[in-house]
């Protein structure tokens, strides 16, 4: 067993994860470099990956991503967690088999009593027919299901091919580059060339050190949906760092990684709805105290928009539109200083109108709703 360098304080891990997260300051790198750097972007909701980079970047325009998913550089697919994540189509070819285990858990773990016996290569090799014929929206698979399994449950039909066929959203249009219903088609016929990697966990294991780490074993299997990775990452971790958190627990870095000190300023930021900051490591804490996680985390797994105070989630967010006006309202879980409230405030301005602009708001304003 390898020796721990040293012991990682709380903040230590914090400003850690802030720095490879690009929290610590607004950063001056191509978008598209950006989404390389995060790992991707959750993307269940179209407009929470803009504000992620909006709050990452420096002189962030909407049009920059955009331009990037319609130019196939950066897709949005079924990824980490069986959720929609924007990803660069580089690291998607190279990732993609690696996320299959993952992928396959969550269909057995949500419909695998109703697909036992199901012939998944032959569903899957039809469903690749339909979408590189010409790119559907996902409903418009049904009929063909219906017909191909008339006796299956079709709901579980349709989340094993989405669970087992690469297919990524095809931009749609709209104010955050999908509509509502946005078609699909195989990642191959978009991008043109085949995945690239295996089943093998090292690149993704590398990936997520390099935006999340240090981290244990347990968070990378949280973050990927990926189980069984111990043995994995026991034999790379030559490659590795080893460290120790507070309660023992043994940390796992690349070699080159930014540690910055505790004490490192950390500004307030605005962090979106569904954003992987507060939902890649198992514990949590390093970002945002226990006491404060059922107030982000609702249920049907809805996680709400964050702000960011000393570095840990402090409160939440939301913008509220009334015809021509928006409004940012901030829910503070405890009572901030007058120096926070201004720089939310001065930040929340831009946000808000960031925002609503596009969506033809003409008055903005920032409320603290205490």
Known sequence: MSVPERILTLRELNRATLAR??????QPIPV???????????????????????????????????RLMQERQVVRATLMR???????????????????????RSMNSIAGKRLEGLDVGRLVGVAREFFEEEPHPFADLRPLLSELEPERDQSALAYAVRTHL?????????????????????????????????????????????AFGPATVRDVQTWSGRTQLKQPIEEIKHELRTFSDERANELLDLPDAPLPSGDTPAPPRFVPDYDNLVLSHADRGRVISDEHRKKV????????????????VRGVWKVEKVRKTATLEIEPFERLSRGDRAALSDEGERLVRFLAEPQGAETFEVRFME
């Open 297 to 312: 985390f609702l249920s049907a797994a809805r996680v709400r928009a964050t702000f960011l105070i000393d570095g840990f």
């Open 21 to 26: 997260q690009m929290l610590l300051g607004r």
């Open 166 to 210: 690469p297919l990524v959203q095809v931009p749609s249009g709209g104010v955050w580059g999908y509509s509502g219903k946005a078609p699909f088609t195989t990642a191959e016929k978009w991008l043109g060339r085949p995945l690239s990697g295996s089943e093998d966990p090292r690149d993704l294991v590398l990936k997520y050190l390099a």
């Open 82 to 104: 069986a959720t929609l994540h924007l990803m660069t189509a580089v690291d998607y070819l190279q990732l993609r088999s690696a996320l299959q285990p993952a992928l396959t």
């Open 32 to 66: 598209l470099d950006a989404v390389g750097r995060l790992a991707g972007l959750q993307a269940q909701v179209t407009s929470p990956p803009y504000v992620g980079l909006w709050t990452r970047l420096r002189d962030f325009r909407r049009e920059d991503l955009t």
